[in-house]
């Protein structure tokens, strides 16, 4: 093998030791001892896969455990009940005699059972189907001139833990349904947890916090039947959000491509707040937060996201793992848009206290501050991604809130929450939620107090404890709410006039769309509406869409089979943000997925060798072949096969590849027979799942393709070869060549049907 970069390196490793490809990795998946029979007796435990890791290994009290993670961990040979009593039998419950009835006393039955029984927490009340991964916010010092938050010296790392989530769908529902995506990050800095819990979507629904029951009651399952699940396709949603029209700015990211991202790796986060960072002099500067994904910001078609949901509901959650555990690391660099705090906070007339409103990068540019890596799985699904809990006002001195009133709700909200999820008020006691800075809180007792406490004087003044705990002050590390002026005002239920204006970021975003990604919206919005009963709130949406745009309105009226409305006052034309668009870009194509069909009779030499060059390009290759196990030909080494076409889809791979026939002038997959006009021979020759797969990527704009004689099969599979992106190349290196080049830009785009010009 050839030397190569270390991701490179890791995930040729990695993918070896899952096929049984290549030297063994320890502890890789399939690198385990092979299923053996039952061991008689106590042998040691398989090793930890070497990807995954626990929480860092803390007291309560925020001390460093002098521990290994794995010995917080359950352990021992022997089964015991939970006081540590071994047991003999774990299979039959105590009775009188084997066929009478059980006894009372079997306190083993009883205990296995009950615990059983209390193994399901409530799951969130939003965000509850997740995924999350342990990493590291490597400072680039650059924030320094704004804030004197510890985290953001330079080159300073910060362990973190992140958990991205659906919003709507329960905890086992699909992950690529249209939806708003969670990304929040625990920052374990050494001045106390920073929580940053955002979003994919640089805006929110709402405008105050005193509406998020309403929101989520409109979008979650009807109350009646309880469906739709995860879906915003319904009726009460469209209901709401045409009502509440502050709605529309969020709703219409929604149903662009951001709603249905390719990959967590692919996805942009936002803080969406103003929030106010503070400086070693007390200077204060008002800031949004933005994560950019190094791989690029990349969607699903939304017939992919359709056919994921039933091919592989665990679609994101199995990249994130994976990419990990190929050593493919995903990355994320933090940048802020910075602001004066003046009085009015507001910027080129933007009310920064306005969660439904951007500020175009191009009026304030993002700032990099730092750089994430997630570079551990969880080792422990429930212990780790389910007890993790975030809350906004866990905050580090150095950054503060503003007065956006989603915000101050916010700040109200997540403790309730965790509460009746966690069972009591000593959630922070968790492993993954314990700070890694020392804490001294005076807090006390409750439900599942871990820490054992010293003294006798959790109060303050106190004497008998030598006084302690001490306050800090600011030069001791103290947090201090900055000093701003509130102002005197009379009590109002009322939003401010310059929350009034629903309508002219909408259509911002939508002019800073390319055409392919409106004709995309036009088709979600069609999608979305054509599911819903009521006519009456097919029209009230449509009144919506006037005011953004007349072509937006009339295409969807017309998919509707409606009249489209008139807006009700002239549109405004803000300048569009070209960096709202996802088109247009290039960018790595590190962690991409290459598959490559082959079947025993194709070229396998040049299968192998272009495996080798896809993972030295930094992608994956995967070789889908009829069966499993390896494809084999004469004298050649043995293919290893990762996929079959009993369980591949186009929907995994971001490009395909046809090995060619191994000689010149035969067609590969009995595709010549087709050409003859035997079609029937064909039909049992090329296996439709075969077509399929081509037929599918061609349409999903993805780069297809082969080298040899290939263009029979493209054919028969409906796939013009002269169409942009479709490659019938004279050798496998030269597939790869341009596979590479157009995987630079994600998709072939102008292989979707191009949209019509603007009016
Ligand atoms: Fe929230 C969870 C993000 C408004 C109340 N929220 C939650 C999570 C994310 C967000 C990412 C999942 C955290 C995790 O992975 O555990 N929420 C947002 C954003 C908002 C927002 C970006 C607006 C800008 N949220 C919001 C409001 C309220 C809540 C206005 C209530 C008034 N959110 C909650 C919650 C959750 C939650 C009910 C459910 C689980 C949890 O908190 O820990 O308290």
Redesign the pocket.
């Known amino acids: 093998m050839k030397e190569s970069h270390p991701v490179k390196a890791a995930v040729d490793k990695v993918i070896d030791a899952v096929t049984g490809d290549g030297p063994e990795i320890p502890g890789a998946p399939n690198s385990r001892p092979p299923a053996l029979e039952e061991p008689t007796e106590p042998r040691e435990p398989l090793p930890p896969k070497p990807d995954q890791r626990g929480p860092e290994p803390y007291s309560p009290t925020g001390q460093p455990l002098d521990v290994p993670p794995s010995d917080l961990a359950q352990g021992g040979a022997y089964l015991t009940t939970a006081q540590g009593l071994r047991l003999r039998d774990t299979d039959h419950s105590l009775k009188a005699g084997p066929r009478g009835p059980v006894l009372l006393q079997d306190h083993h039955l009883r205990e296995k059972i009950m615990h059983f029984d209390h193994e399901r927490i409530p799951e969130?009340?939003?965000?509850?189907r997740?995924a999350?991964a342990h990493g590291v916010f490597k400072s680039y010092g650059t924030a320094t001139t704004v804030t004197k938050a510890a985290l953001f010296a330079k080159d300073v790392e910060t362990p973190v833990f992140v958990?991205?989530?659906t919003?709507l769908g329960s905890r086992g529902s699909a992950d690529t349904v249209r939806d708003?995506?969670?990304?929040?990050t625990k920052f374990y800095t050494t001045e106390g947890v920073w929580d940053l819990?955002?979003?994919n979507?640089p805006?929110?629904?709402?405008q105050?916090?005193?509406?998020?029951?309403d929101i989520?009651h409109a979008a979650k399952p009807h109350p009646d039947r309880e469906i739709p699940q995860a879906q915003s396709a319904h009726d009460t949603f469209w209901d709401f959000v045409s009502l509440h029209t502050e709605a529309t700015h969020h709703t219409l990211w929604n149903m662009s491509d951001r709603g249905i991202p390719r990959s967590y790796r692919t996805m942009e986060g936002?803080?969406?707040?103003t929030f106010r960072l503070v400086d070693a002099a007390g200077a204060t500067t008002l800031v949004k937060f933005h994560w950019k994904p190094k791989a690029g910001v990349h969607s699903l078609t939304w017939e992919e996201a359709q056919l994921i949901n039933g091919m592989d509901p665990d679609f994101h959650r199995r990249d994130l793992a994976d990419a990990i555990e190929a050593g493919a690391y995903p990355q994320w660099e933090l940048g802020i848009q910075t602001f004066p705090d003046t009085p009015e906070q507001t910027f080129e007339g933007i009310d920064l206290l306005d969660?439904t409103k951007i500020v175009p990068e191009e009026l304030a540019p993002v700032q990099p501050i730092g750089l994430l890596t997630l570079n551990a799985n969880p080792s422990n699904f429930f212990a780790e991604?389910e007890q993790?809990?975030?809350?906004?006002g866990h905050l580090v001195p150095g950054i503060d809130v503003t007065d956006d009133p989603?915000?101050a709700?916010?700040l109200?909200?997540?403790?309730?929450?965790?509460l009746t999820?966690l069972g009591g008020p000593n959630f922070a006691q968790i492993p993954i939620n314990r700070t890694h800075a020392p804490v001294n809180d005076m807090l006390r007792d409750g439900m599942h107090q871990t820490a054992v406490h010293q003294g006798v004087a959790p109060y303050r003044p106190n004497s008998l404890d030598g006084g302690c705990p001490f306050v800090a002050g600011a030069q001791n590390g103290a947090y201090v709410e900055v000093p701003v002026e509130v102002a005197a005002a009379p009590k109002v239920r009322e939003a401010p006039a310059s929350f009034a204006d629903h309508f002219t970021q909408p259509r911002l975003f939508w002019l800073s769309l390319s055409p392919v990604e409106r004709e995309h919206v036009i088709a979600a919005y069609t999608f979305e509406l054509g599911k819903v009963y009521e006519q009456t709130i097919k029209e009230r949406n449509l009144r919506v869409l006037a005011e953004i745009d007349p072509h937006l309105c009339r295409q969807v009226a017309q998919g509707l089979g409606l009249p489209a409305p008139e807006p009700s006052q002239p549109l405004p034309n803000p300048r569009p943000s070209p960096a709202l668009s996802q088109v247009g870009d290039t960018w790595p194509v590190t962690g991409r997925i290459v598959g490559i069909i082959a079947d025993g009779d194709g070229d396998l030499r040049a299968v192998s060798a272009l495996r080798q060059e896809v993972l030295d390009a930094g992608m994956v290759p995967l070789v889908i072949a009829p069966t499993g196990g390896t494809l084999a030909a004469d004298g050649d080494e043995p293919v290893t096969v990762q996929r079959t076409f009993a369980t591949a889809r186009s929907v995994e791979f971001d490009a395909l590849l046809l090995a060619g026939a191994p000689a010149p002038g035969l067609d590969a997959y009995g595709a010549r027979d087709a050409k003859a006009g035997t079609a029937t021979i064909t039909e049992t020759v090329v296996d439709p799942r075969v077509l399929l797969m081509l037929s599918e990527a061609y349409r999903h704009a993805k780069p297809v393709g082969g080298w040899g004689d290939v263009s029979g099969v493209l054919e028969l599979a409906g796939v013009p070869t002269q169409a942009p992106g479709v490659l019938v190349a004279p050798d496998a290196q030269t597939a790869l060549r341009e596979i590479v080049q157009l995987l630079t830009e994600h998709r072939v785009w102008n292989r979707f049907p191009s949209a019509p010009a603007l009016s």
Do not use: C, E, M, W
Not at 124 to 128: L, N, Q
Not at 388 to 392: G, L, Q, S, W
């Open positions: 969130r009340v939003v965000h509850a997740g999350a958990r991205f989530s919003v708003t995506r969670g990304f929040a819990v955002g979003n979507i805006v929110f629904f709402i105050d916090a005193i509406k998020f029951p989520i936002f803080g969406i707040h969660p991604t993790v809990a975030f809350h906004p989603l915000l709700g916010r109200f909200s997540y403790l309730d929450t965790q999820r």
